[in-house]
């Protein structure tokens, strides 16, 4: 009997961690994988790739959500982080940029997937005592600059592997905020 009532419990509890909340953070977009993101931002080629090229390849505002459009004081403000740079010290597609002013855009573009999972003991989560969350995923972003319908500067950076643990311990558990509680009330 007291073996049978133990393994319930064991078996009741290890099944609560399913019960515990978790979310996902994702931009749609073509690209599943930091990999594959970089691999299509790799197959674009200054002074090669046309605008219909890079559409195809996902950098496309009007079908991959947050590729911002930038204008070309933007792009310089982006690419050059200091205004005490000399326009000679600039990639050659930065400075073509500057002298075709209007004529250059850039396109940005932020992609990532994002996901959080709680995980560690249901009671303790849901009392407010020990709450625990896995955060995993990974980030992209790039640059690129189009003069005339021309590709002529690009730039990466990006976090291949996003892995994190955000803790929140509270040894009162779900009284923890109850002064927090009484001091916004009496304000």
Not at 49 to 78: C, M, R
Not at 98 to 104: G, P, T, V
Not at 110 to 139: A, C, H, M, P, Y
Request: proline residues 5%; glycine residues 6%; aromatic residues 10%.
């Amino acid at each position: 009997m007291k073996t049978t009532i133990t393994v319930c419990v064991a078996v009741i509890l290890s099944g609560c961690a399913a019960l515990l909340p978790g979310g996902r953070q994702e931009t749609v977009a073509p690209w599943n994988s930091f990999e594959e993101a970089k691999a299509s931002y790799d197959r674009i080629e200054p002074y090669v790739t046309k605008l219909s090229d890079l559409h195809e390849l996902g950098y496309d505002p009007k079908q991959t959500p947050n590729v911002a459009i930038l204008n070309y004081s933007q792009v310089v403000k982006t690419a050059v982080p200091q205004a005490s740079f000399s326009i000679d010290d600039q990639p050659q597609g930065i400075r073509d940029c500057i002298r075709a002013e209007n004529r250059c855009i850039g396109y940005s573009l932020e992609q990532s997937q994002i996901k959080r999972k709680r995980v560690g003991n249901f009671f303790l989560d849901f009392l407010n005592f020990d709450r625990e969350t896995l955060i995993t995923g990974w980030r992209f972003s790039a640059l690129v600059v189009v003069i005339d319908g021309t590709v002529v500067y690009k730039q990466w950076s990006g976090q291949p592997m996003v892995r994190q643990v955000d803790r929140n311990r509270n040894p009162l558990g779900p009284f923890q905020s109850a002064g927090d509680a009484k001091n916004v009330l009496s304000m």
